[in-house]
Nanobody, 124 residues
Framework: QVQLVESGGGLVQAGGSLRLSCAAS????????ITWFRQTPGTERKFVAG????????PIADSVKGRFAISRDNAKNTVYLQMNSLKPEDTAVYYC?????????????????WGQGTQVTVSS
């Protein structure tokens, strides 16, 4: 069993930055891969970025490449999503999900453990 808590969302102007955090508990964090998804009303959750157990593999969606970066701090049991140059189309609820993948997959159905989500709103 894994418990995930996201934080760091909020309202920001276009071009601004936010850093989301995903704090995990309930299993050894060093053996856990974490993936960020985002969702807007009426749509499916979409892959944003993932990080494997070692931090050596960090797949990222083309739509955010060059603007977002994912990292982990195993001492704090936390994964971060640094979001820069935010655009209105980045507005969504952001969720983190846990797995034990060497290469975190992009399908939401591959994950059993989810956080409650954090809202990110980017104004134009």
């Amino acid at each position: 069993q894994v418990q995930l808590v996201e934080s760091g969302g909020g309202l920001v102007q276009a071009g601004g930055s936010l850093r989301l955090s995903c704090a995990a508990s309930g299993r050894p964090f060093s053996g856990t891969s974490i993936t960020w998804f985002r969702q807007t009303p009426g749509t499916e959750r979409k892959f944003v970025a993932g990080i494997n157990q070692s931090g050596g593999l960090t797949p990222i969606a083309d739509s955010v490449k060059g603007r977002f970066a994912i990292s982990r701090d195993n001492a704090k049991n936390t994964v971060y999503l640094q979001m820069n140059s935010l655009k209105p189309e980045d507005t969504a609820v952001y969720y983190c999900a846990a797995g034990d993948y060497y290469f975190p997959p992009a399908r939401p159905s591959d994950y059993d453990y989810w956080g409650q989500g954090t809202q990110v709103t980017v104004s134009s």
